[in-house]
């Protein structure tokens, strides 16, 4: 029997490239058909069937859509209403040409002009702002996603800008100020608004590799590329295109893009592909470091697994398989154990649930502790300082953390904050991008499976997504005041919905959350709770309230 497995039947949802994922398929089937009804613009597509199941990508109108699906002599119909995005915020979507080259880097009998770089953008736009949902769905933080600025005809817009530069002047530049001067031609140009961030894409990346040298590692890859950026911070994401050439042109194709096994030939291709080799997977990479550098402007630091580490390498692996499983699963016997007690506090209406690991697992049951409130009169305690959470320690460490330099702090952060103090932080950091994940890093995909049913790395850590479905890119909300931190205290009159720690190498490695309604005003941030330091002297504290408003850029000394 057909069964559409992460969508159900009358689902709104705020993305027009829908996602079915479809079982039950029967076993001598080798194809399925699916036509939206409502849409008579487009023709039914066809998708190829694997393991009694497939995956596929459907344009929507706006409105209801009847998806019918046929397969063999099944059938099964199911109802999705697209209503898109009400959000004042926006993402805006760039290319960027220097003064005598507009072309990106591909196949010689590939069109390679700005109008195909930009129908290329557009697609792989829609396609992660359909992740982004259905990812945040998955974590049972609802079908959130941003917003892209839409032609006439429901499509991202792509502006298409030049530098004042010539391409050999670009490829003299360091990643850093690339972006710092894509970021100020941008801002001083007519596409400045307040209200959105960008994802900008350049166009002079170039790879060369004229001895045909056989290239082993993605460190070679990158010694033979001029102009290669993945920077994301800000506003602004900057990234290059010497992969480009792997994305599909056309939503229809996406799916094939994504499985294509060509390999990639080196001697005049870039190989992003994170050692797989494959077009395929280049596409996967490609878009998925895209994605990450973005979620950099919506306040994401580093996580030691998912779209924040290397998992954004296997984002064609997340589209193409039917039975996804996790990469890091739980290793310890006691990571579902909860304890439940009652306490006595006027900030507590409902149960509370904090989550400070970071190992996905699926189905998601990461709970360390559950606070319930008393069936009695409430107390009137000011400030909630939970106990001891059920914690286990990550241990996944990282490679080459090490190679990273410091970040700067301010020489007032020296001495231990005064809880007389508003806010006892330095801000100095607060616009500039993240340091690029692959000298953070360590690839490790050679010992990967692509088949269907492989692991996949592709998802967001816990506090990533908590933080994306309470972001003000995500949901419309009206500007407030920041959180704050009073010595130990993160106060704020919305209510904090998450509070994370960071190293100096904007690496996660704890996080509270608070996902039940309402959120505490006042949280005093239990220090010993927390089951390992890093050796950093100093630590960031990020915060986001209810209404998006986040505390960030914000560094202290290490309390234990």
Not at 63 to 81: H, P, Q, Y
Not at 270 to 278: H, L, V
Not at 448 to 467: H, P, Q, T, Y
Not at 548 to 560: A, S
Request: hydrophobic residues 35%; proline residues 6%.
């Amino acid at each position: 029997m057909l069964e559409v497995t992460n969508i159900k039947n009358g689902e709104v949802i705020p993305h027009q490239l829908c996602l079915l994922r479809v079982s039950g398929a029967q076993k001598e089937a080798t194809c399925a058909a699916i036509h939206n009804q409502s849409d008579n613009s487009r023709n039914g597509a066809l998708w190829k069937i694997y393991q009694g199941g497939f995956n596929a990508l459907i344009p929507l109108i706006e409105g209801k859509n009847e998806l019918r699906i046929i397969c063999g002599t099944e059938e099964a119909t199911i109802m999705v209403t697209f209503k898109p995005i009400n959000n004042p915020r926006f993402i805006r979507l760039v290319y960027i040409t220097c003064m005598n080259e507009e072309k990106f880097q591909g196949p010689k009998d590939m069109e390679r002009s700005p109008n195909t770089a930009v129908r290329k953008i557009q697609t792989g736009a829609l396609v992660l702002q359909t992740f982004t949902a259905e990812t945040l769905a998955a974590e049972g933080l609802g079908r959130r996603t941003f917003r892209y600025e839409l032609d006439t005809e429901g499509n991202p817009i792509v502006h298409v800008i030049q530098l004042p530069v010539t391409i050999r002047e670009a490829h003299k530049l360091t990643e850093e100020r690339l972006w710092e001067t894509s970021a100020l031609h941008i801002l001083s140009s007519h596409l400045a608004d307040k209200n959105c961030k960008y994802i900008a894409f350049f166009g002079g990346t170039r790879f060369s590799n004229p001895d045909k040298l056989h290239l082993r590692s993605e460190q070679e890859v990158m010694a033979n590329t001029k102009g290669h950026v993945s920077l994301g911070g800000g506003g602004l994401a900057l990234v290059g295109t010497g992969a480009l050439y792997s994305w599909a042109t056309e939503v229809d194709k996406v799916m094939d893009a994504m499985k294509d096994p060509t390999p990639i030939d080196t001697n005049s291709l870039m190989d992003f592909s994170g050692g797989r080799g494959t077009w395929g997977a280049c596409y996967g990479t490609h878009l998925g470091s895209v994605l990450h550098e973005m979620a950099h402007t919506l306040d994401l630091g580093h996580t030691p697994h998912g779209i924040m580490a290397r998992g954004f390498e296997d984002l064609h692996v997340f589209f193409n398989t039917t039975k996804l499983t996790s990469d890091y699963l739980p290793q310890s016997p006691h990571h579902s154990s909860i304890m439940r007690q009652s306490m006595s506090s006027s900030l507590i209406k409902e149960s509370v649930t904090f989550t400070t690991d970071f190992v996905r697992k699926i189905p998601l049951d990461n709970i360390n502790m559950t606070v319930e409130p008393l069936k009695g009169p409430l107390g009137s305690s000011g400030v909630y300082s939970p106990p001891s959470l059920l914690s286990r320690r990550n241990t996944n460490r990282l490679s080459n953390s090490s190679n990273m330099s410091p970040l700067t702090i301010e020489e007032s952060m020296m001495s231990s904050p005064s809880p007389t103090q508003k806010t006892a932080c330095s801000r100095t950091l607060l616009n500039a991008p993240s340091p690029n994940i692959s000298s953070s890093l360590f690839n490790n995909n050679k010992n990967l499976m692509e088949n269907d049913g492989s692991k996949c790395r592709a998802f967001w850590a816990r506090s990533s997504a908590v933080i994306l479905a309470f972001h003000k890119w995500l949901n419309v909300a009206t500007d407030g005041d920041s959180p704050e931190l009073k010595g130990s205290v993160v106060c704020s009159t919305a209510g904090i919905r998450v509070v994370e720690l960071r190293d100096l190498h904007t690496m996660a490695f704890h996080h509270w959350e608070f996902v039940t309604r309402p959120p505490p005003p006042v949280f005093h941030l239990p220090w010993a709770q927390v089951p390992h330091w890093p050796s950093d002297s100093h630590i960031e504290v990020v915060a986001q309230d209810n209404q998006g408003n986040m505390l960030k850029g914000c560094f202290m000394p290490r309390p234990l």
